[in-house]
């Protein structure tokens, strides 16, 4: 009963990921491609997660910190291009 629900919940996140992929390639402005980006990177760290439950791997979630953290950089970089626009030092 676990597994259908694990595996429901993996094809819901996956239909997701490729609606939001639309507005990250077609978004009206920068500000929704980030915010479609950064939404497909945590639902990602979602299916990650269920898959490690799902294949009983805790070696899975070892990807999910490093993961989390280069699109917290992303938003960074991203919000101080968009004040000063430019990303030097």
Same mark, same amino acid.
């Given at each position: ?7 429901? %919940?993996?094809?819901?996140? $996956?239909? %997701? ?11 009206? &402005? ?10 497909? &990177?945590?639902? $990602?760290?979602?299916?990650?997660? +269920? ?9 899975? &979630?070892? &990807? +999910? ?16 291009? +968009?004040?000063? %626009?430019?990303? %030097?030092?």
């Amino acid at each position: 009963m676990l597994e259908f629900v694990i595996i429901g %919940g993996i094809i819901a996140y $996956t239909i %997701g990921i490729a609606l939001l992929s639309v507005i990250a390639v077609k978004g009206p &402005t920068i500000g929704d491609q980030v915010l479609a980006i950064d939404t497909i &990177t945590y639902f $990602t760290l979602v299916i990650f997660s +269920l898959l490690a439950i799902l294949l009983k791997q805790s070696l899975l &979630t070892v &990807t +999910l910190i490093p993961l989390a953290l280069w699109v917290y950089a992303l938003d960074v970089y991203v919000s101080k291009y +968009l004040i000063s %626009g430019d990303l %030097g030092a």
